[in-house]
């Protein structure tokens, strides 16, 4: 079993990419926002560089790993492969991505656009981690996980942290969850406190709610409108421990809850969420978590690589 991140490797962490990553903000969107009686604020992590979270953990592995002359190694579904990217411009050390076919063009576009070496390999996330492991083996590149690494998790929890010193701390916090990367990140900052973590899934693409039911890492079947960020067959087994650790709860909402929340986040604070991005706040709006009135809760809003019209002017 891997020794689980805690708040004292999330602040060491929030040392080292300080200076580097956003401080993104917070915003208070206003009593009724979510057709709730609870006091919201939206975590604005989709302002982040490279348009999500994904940077904060994959600076933090690079920065604590010996980089080799062949630079870094990923897999992705699009957002993580842009974060590596954008470290290894800024490391200046080559950068080799695998995406699958179902990554969205705007972020193969961008992948191109930050210098990396780009192979769109297979139908899904899995696909494309095959083929980067077979060529992690090749050119002994560092490998930077997506999820399932103590560094990234550290990377996500930043995001508690700044939360809590933004806010004074919150009652619940909502968390899209894919391969358990960012939800881990929290759950390992709130272990231990009276603060609530619910996850939020698809119902298309549930690993960690079909884990919970299960008593363990299953594998499920991945499709719908988010499957670029939220399409990981298996919760990654170090995530699961964190997870586990604190009690998360899994919830899982509609695509058509995505597709609505992505035009309500456009509608009323005008921001631009892909669909992944909105999966956290469609909880609250379709009602698949309860809150009560008063209480304060925390939405990461986590990544902003779509198409803008397919937000503003949905099809």
Not at 9 to 33: K, L, M, Q, S, Y
Not at 281 to 294: D, T
């Amino acid at each position: 079993m891997t020794e689980l991140v805690g708040r004292s490797e999330i602040e060491a962490a929030a040392g080292n990419i300080a200076g580097i990553v956003r401080r993104t903000p917070t915003i208070d969107p206003g009593v009724g926002f979510h057709d709730t009686g609870a006091d919201v604020v939206c975590k604005l992590e989709l302002l982040q560089h490279t348009g999500s979270f994904k940077p904060r953990g994959a600076l933090q592995r690079a920065l604590t790993s010996e980089v080799p002359a062949s630079g870094l190694i990923a897999a992705s579904g699009g957002n993580h492969g842009l974060a590596v990217a954008w470290v290894g411009r800024h490391l200046g050390v080559p950068a080799e991505i695998f995406v699958p076919e179902v990554s969205p063009p705007a972020k193969v576009a961008k992948l191109h656009a930050l210098g990396a070496t780009v192979n769109v390999v297979g139908a899904l996330y899995d696909d494309a981690l095959a083929a980067c492991r077979v060529r992690q083996s090749e050119t002994g590149a560092l490998d930077i996980h997506a999820y399932d690494h103590t560094d990234t998790i550290a990377g996500a929890g930043t995001i508690a942290l700044e939360l809590d010193e933004q806010t004074g701390g919150v009652d619940t916090v909502l968390v899209a969850l894919g391969g358990g990367g960012l939800a881990s990140g929290l759950a390992a900052w709130y272990a231990g406190s009276d603060t609530r973590v619910v996850t939020v899934e698809p119902q298309t693409s549930q690993c960690y709610a079909a884990a919970v039911a299960a008593g363990q890492p299953v594998d499920v079947e991945v499709s719908g409108v988010a499957a670029d960020s939220l399409g990981a067959r298996r919760i990654g087994a170090t995530n699961w421990q964190a997870l586990q650790a604190v009690g998360a709860e899994p919830v899982t909402v509609t695509d058509d809850a995505i597709r609505s929340a992505q035009r309500r986040l456009w509608k009323e604070l005008q921001l631009v969420a892909e669909p992944g991005g909105a999966t956290a706040a469609a909880a609250l709006w379709s009602g698949a978590v309860e809150v009560a009135g008063g209480e304060r809760v925390g939405v990461i809003v986590c990544g902003a690589n779509c198409d803008p019209a397919a937000v503003v002017e949905p099809k």
